[in-house]
């Protein structure tokens, strides 16, 4: 059959060699778009729910975080042959006795001071008054009225007293359950594989079992080393603190070990607070000598904890680690900066785990056959 002008056989079939609209790169390009749009849209769509059942998804998250600290104590205690229930219980009350305590060593510590500090502020202010005149007044006014303002907003927020009432209630709800969800998640953490199998579809149960611990073992890593970490700051500036004889050292060790957890901002406002009491206590002196001694431990921490502890655990820049936290603070408040390194460290085993077996897979190493959790 012959072809027409037009390139068309007698057929009506088009003959003309197929042109693409779009070069390859700019396809693959396209094609990239849509998967990261995808992907931020489900991720924000999951943010969104998480945030609108938050009083459900915060004491899960808050009790998979004390799993994975808590973890290797209670294998240990199960390896000693005490059963299960009873590790479990007993890993529960270390947790409650430690927490508690700190908090209230914190509580203390800070409660005893508070008069010191405002004392040290206004000392300040006045220095700064014969220094720079009237700037220095200004400051030593809003010094002065410190109390006086916080006063004023205590009689505001009087008025909202039960709205306070169903926020500590609220608080102490989570805690209390995100408790006992630690429990069961520690008393019956070996039936994760059989669960995560059933969940999945035929032939990829290994897949998401291996992601499962991947993640949760990026998660009680870095639970493992930021309390090591933590410890080691606690300790370290406490004996400083006990050195320069800044009062309430227990309490302000105590408070580097709570802030520890919150990766470069808690360790800065603890420090904050610790110079504030040297200045407070012992003047200029004492406080130039505390930032040098917060100063210190840091640096030791960036450059020989860090690297040591965490070695083994999923490593993140500080900026994406501060992004991370800024993210986490604006979904969440006090309570999101604390989740989001951790959910973020899992974010990544996962990605981890995705890249090997695609690297496998790649490679031409097939996957096993899924026998069940075993």
């Not at 008069?115 to 220095?136: N, P, V, Y």
């Not at 520690?186 to 990829?204: F, I, M, Q």
């Not at 004996?239 to 990766?263: D, N, R, S």
Request: charge should be neutral; hydrophobic fraction near 55%; glycine fraction near 12%.
């Amino acid at each position: 059959m012959g072809t027409d002008q037009t390139g068309t056989d007698q057929t009506g079939a088009d003959q003309t060699p197929n042109r693409r609209l779009l070069p390859d790169g700019a396809r693959r390009l396209a094609a990239w778009c849509v998967v990261v749009l995808l992907v931020a849209g489900v991720g924000g769509v999951g943010v969104w729910l998480c945030a609108q059942v938050k009083a459900a998804v915060t004491p899960v998250l808050l009790a998979l975080l004390g799993t994975a600290l808590l973890g290797p104590l209670h294998r240990r205690l199960v390896r000693m042959r005490v059963h299960r229930s009873l590790a479990a219980g007993l890993t529960c009350l270390a947790l409650v006795a430690v927490v508690g305590g700190a908090g209230y060593i914190v509580v203390t510590a800070l409660i005893d001071t508070g008069d010191e500090i405002l004392a040290a502020i206004k000392d300040a202010a006045r220095k700064l008054s014969d220094h720079f005149g009237t700037a220095g007044s200004s400051v030593d006014d809003i010094a002065s009225n410190v109390k006086e303002l916080g006063s004023r907003f205590g009689g505001t927020a009087a008025l909202g007293v039960l709205q306070g009432i169903s926020i500590l209630g609220e608080m102490i709800a989570i805690s209390v359950l995100a408790l006992f969800l630690t429990f069961f998640f520690l008393r019956d953490s070996y039936k994760a594989a059989a669960v995560l199998h059933s969940l999945a579809p035929t032939g990829r149960g290994h897949h998401l079992e291996a992601m499962g611990r991947r993640a949760f073992a990026a998660v009680e890593g870095f639970m493992r080393g930021t309390t090591i970490i933590a410890l080691i700051d606690a300790v370290l500036i406490g004996i400083g603190l006990l050195v320069l004889g800044v009062p309430g050292a227990a309490g302000l060790a105590a408070l580097v070990f709570v802030g520890a957890y919150i990766p470069y901002l808690g360790a800065f406002l603890s420090g904050t607070v610790a110079v504030l009491v040297a200045l407070a206590d012992g003047g200029l002196d004492i406080a130039a000598w505390t930032l040098g001694v917060v100063l210190a431990v840091q640096v030791i921490e960036g450059h020989v904890l860090q690297p040591v502890v965490q070695s083994r655990t999923v490593q993140m820049h500080p900026a994406l680690v501060m992004i991370t936290i800024t993210a986490g603070a604006s979904v969440a408040g006090i309570l999101g900066m604390l989740l989001a390194v951790p959910l973020a460290a899992a974010a990544f085993g996962v990605l981890s785990e995705l890249r090997s077996m695609y690297e496998a897979s790649a490679a031409g190493q097939g996957a096993p056959a899924d026998d069940g959790p075993g």
